[in-house]
């Protein structure tokens, strides 16, 4: 145990000093699929499709070693669904949409690296919370736009969510260590965001995400002469 106790201690000193951390700020696009129903039956539905949405967010990176990198991030994204619906009176479209909070926490490999150029593997969980949902629905042909009665409650929709997240990215170191990165992921949700149903067994995204990472400079304190 002692043995170890000195290895870590030992190793500590070299993990401060080559370690460098960034923070910065992301937006992008969306394309998800909630499976977000209400009031639906088999009829209804003729067509069950993807919703675009935005995204931003402030990532960070904590970089372990050359290999290894911590990423956590705080999201706001919008995620949703596009149902195709048709009922004896009409036949409308509906666009579902969730607000999220998100707090994704990846871990990064690099799979390829030059001077200004790195190209990372992602791969993590991330939770998240919705905020907000709202319905809008459109008719097939002349009509009017409306706003549907909708809920969580009414939606049978969970706040919480889980999903499995993997992807891909590449920086660009641009001036003074500040890197620009283009990332897409995938997130697949592992807890439905309503009942479970065989209609309604999972949620998927896509994201397209361009962003900024600046260094997070290490303050040195100067040690005073004796």
């Known amino acids: 145990m002692k043995n170890r106790l000195f290895f870590l201690l030992f190793l500590l000193p070299a993990f401060q000093t080559t370690a460098q951390h960034f923070i910065g700020f992301k937006a992008g696009i969306s394309y998800s699929n909630t499976y977000l129903s209400f009031n639906l039956t088999d009829e209804d539905l003729i067509q069950r499709g993807y919703l675009p949405g935005l995204q931003l967010g402030i990532p960070f990176e904590l970089k372990v070693n050359d290999l290894l990198i911590i990423q956590p991030e705080i999201l706001i994204a919008t995620e949703g669904s596009f149902l195709n619906v048709y009922r004896t009176e009409e036949q409308r479209i509906y666009n579902n949409v969730l607000l999220y909070l998100k707090m994704p926490l990846l871990a990064k490999t690099t799979l390829w690296k030059e001077k200004n ?10 939770p998240a919370y919705a905020i907000d949902v709202k319905s809008i629905s459109y008719p097939q042909g002349l009509g009017t736009i409306r706003q549907e009665p909708i809920s969580f409650e009414t939606a049978n929709v969970k706040h919480f969510d889980l999903a499995a997240s993997a992807g891909i990215d590449v920086e660009k170191t641009i001036a003074k260590g500040i890197k620009m990165v283009l990332e897409a992921r995938y997130n697949l949700g592992l807890y439905n965001i309503e009942e ?16 900024l990472l600046m260094p997070i400079k290490e ?8």
């Open 196 to 211: 479970m149903t065989e209609r309604t067994s999972f949620t998927e995204s896509f994201y397209l995400t361009i962003g």
């Open 219 to 226: 303050k040195k304190i100067k040690k005073e002469p004796i």
């Open 117 to 126: 150029y790195q190209v990372h593997a992602l791969i993590g969980l991330t």
